[in-house]
């Protein structure tokens, strides 16, 4: 490394010199990036931004240069880049190196910044006992009836949050807490999987958990929820706090015995590409290197997992039409596109129609909304109006972030479209279910 390289970033978690030099400048990236679709500008898109990142690792350009800084924050980091790079370019792995970087050299940033993040990711999402607490005052808010006073009052409005408050997930009767329960499979067993449950999908859409439960036992699937899991950690990551990224990473790591799982099941695309890359997250780390890969190779989405695997029970008719949104961290960064659609076409009666732009993303991505909520209204609008051409009764996607940004979008539009997650509309169908087997394509009979 020469010595500018050294002068700009300092170790750990420098971007990888090797990783910003595979870029080719081919351009194949510019059309897939949704900050590049918006602003039409160079420097934010993928190519800029890589551009952008060698010339600060070779001194070329201060780290503290406001145009760096706002770009990246201004990338939704949703890695579609990467899906279509010919080159191979691992764009998240540096985009993150870069914004850890910046969150160092600025300290954590400002005191009102510093309180909010030490609240966020150094307290509530530390501990899920915690954000389970917090979580079920929101609940007390949304179901005593304060919520609607407060919004007919305008006083959100007043303030500036009427938008931000819009997103607010509404959150579930009942939480769910893993404390090592176990439901097991309907009829023989073939196997054992362990639910990650999370943060957000435990306590806002353990609807959601439930119906993963369920469609797992009905395939034949003990399902565990393995006490002394954390969050994530995607959002420490994604936000420059690679060390508490790292810190819940081991946690997770150490709540998992491998060995008694066929598979660790993911219902949420974020959590799922954050959980997959626990390997490189830790591969300096003599002690977890190893395990952190293996941890990595056990977590399969939930539609990864039931597509690949094979249906054994043939869910009941269900005469909807549907449209399928799809998360960027499933299709991009996980590069599952096939598996979701295999398991809606798996439905009778059920009517699939494409939207337009489905796999640009639709601006949630983690805090985006709250970092940079002009750009997130904008891309959630885009996607709106294009779920909204194709006519669907339901909207269906396979993330929080996104059924979040979605039912946001159309409750302040008023537009009554119901939001919901692939396998919740797999449970639906299973009510309605007849006796017999239904084969994917590519599981076997």
């Given at each position: ?7 700009s ?5 420098i971007?990888d ?37 060698k010339s600060?690792?070779?001194?070329r ?5 406001p ?9 939704l ?7 279509v ?13 870069s914004?850890?970087q910046l969150?160092?050299a600025h ?5 009102p910044?510093k ?28 179901k ?17 949050l ?9 959150l579930?009767?009942?939480f ?15 196997g ?13 859409y353990?609807?959601v958990?439930?119906?993963?439960i369920?469609v797992?036992n ?8 393995v006490?002394?899991?954390a ?9 420059g ?18 060995d008694?799982?066929d ?11 954050a959980l ?9 780390n ?5 395990r952190a ?5 056990h ?8 597509a ?9 008719p269900l005469?909807?039409?549907?449209t ?5 961290h499933?299709?991009?960064?996980q590069r ?16 699939l ?13 983690g ?6 909520p002009?750009a ?35 409750r ?5 479209v ?6 919740e509309?797999?449970?639906r ?7 017999g ?9």
């Amino acid at each position: 490394m020469t010595d500018a390289q050294n002068r700009s970033f300092s170790e750990p978690d420098i971007p990888d010199f090797d990783v910003i030099r595979s870029c080719v400048h081919c351009g194949f990236c510019l059309p897939t990036c949704p900050t590049y679709v918006l602003t039409g500008k160079e420097r934010s898109s993928p190519r800029g931004r890589i551009w952008m990142m060698k010339s600060v690792t070779e001194g070329r350009m201060d780290m503290m240069d406001p145009i760096f800084e706002d770009e990246m924050s201004f990338c939704l980091n949703c890695r579609a880049c990467e899906a279509v790079c010919p080159s191979g370019v691992e764009y998240g792995q540096i985009l993150e190196a870069s914004r850890a970087q910046l969150e160092r050299a600025h300290n954590g940033g400002s005191v009102p910044a510093k309180a909010v993040k030490g609240l966020t990711y150094g307290f509530l999402f530390k501990d899920m006992r915690r954000l389970r607490a917090a979580s079920q005052g929101l609940k007390l808010y949304q179901k005593s009836g304060l919520q609607s006073a407060v919004r007919k009052s305008g006083i959100l409005d007043l303030i500036g949050l009427a938008e931000s408050e819009q997103m607010l997930p509404k959150l579930s009767d009942e939480f769910l807490a893993p404390q090592g329960q176990t439901w097991p499979a309907i009829g023989q067993a073939r196997g054992r999987v362990a639910l990650f449950t999370g943060c957000i999908m435990s306590t806002a859409y353990a609807d959601v958990h439930q119906s993963t439960i369920r469609v797992l036992n009905r395939n034949g699937y003990d399902v565990t929820a393995v006490n002394e899991q954390a969050c994530c950690g995607a959002l420490h990551v994604h936000g420059g706090d690679m060390d508490g990224g790292r810190e819940l990473a081991r946690r997770n790591i150490d709540a998992f015995e491998l060995d008694r799982f066929d598979a660790i099941i993911i219902n949420a695309a974020g959590c799922g590409a954050a959980l997959k890359e626990y390997g490189h997250l830790l591969h300096e780390n003599s002690d977890y290197a190893e395990r952190a890969e293996a941890f990595s190779n056990h977590v399969k989405d939930v539609t990864e997992f039931l597509a690949d695997a094979g249906l054994t029970t043939q869910p009941g008719p269900l005469p909807v039409r549907v449209t399928y949104q799809e998360p960027c961290h499933l299709v991009h960064a996980q590069r599952i596109a096939t598996q979701p659609r295999q398991l809606l076409d798996a439905i009778p009666e059920l009517e699939l129609v494409e939207m337009p732009e489905s796999s640009l993303c639709c601006g949630s991505a983690g805090v985006y909304n709250l970092t940079q909520p002009e750009a997130a209204r904008e891309l959630g609008d885009r996607k709106v109006d294009n779920a909204l051409s194709v006519e669907p009764e339901i909207i269906v996607s396979a993330n929080p972030g996104c059924m979040l940004q979605l039912q946001g979008i159309l409750r302040s539009r008023g537009v009554e479209v119901e939001v919901v997650h692939i396998v919740e509309l797999l449970d639906r169908a299973y009510r309605n279910r007849v006796p017999g087997r239904v084969t994917l394509n590519n599981a076997a009979d």
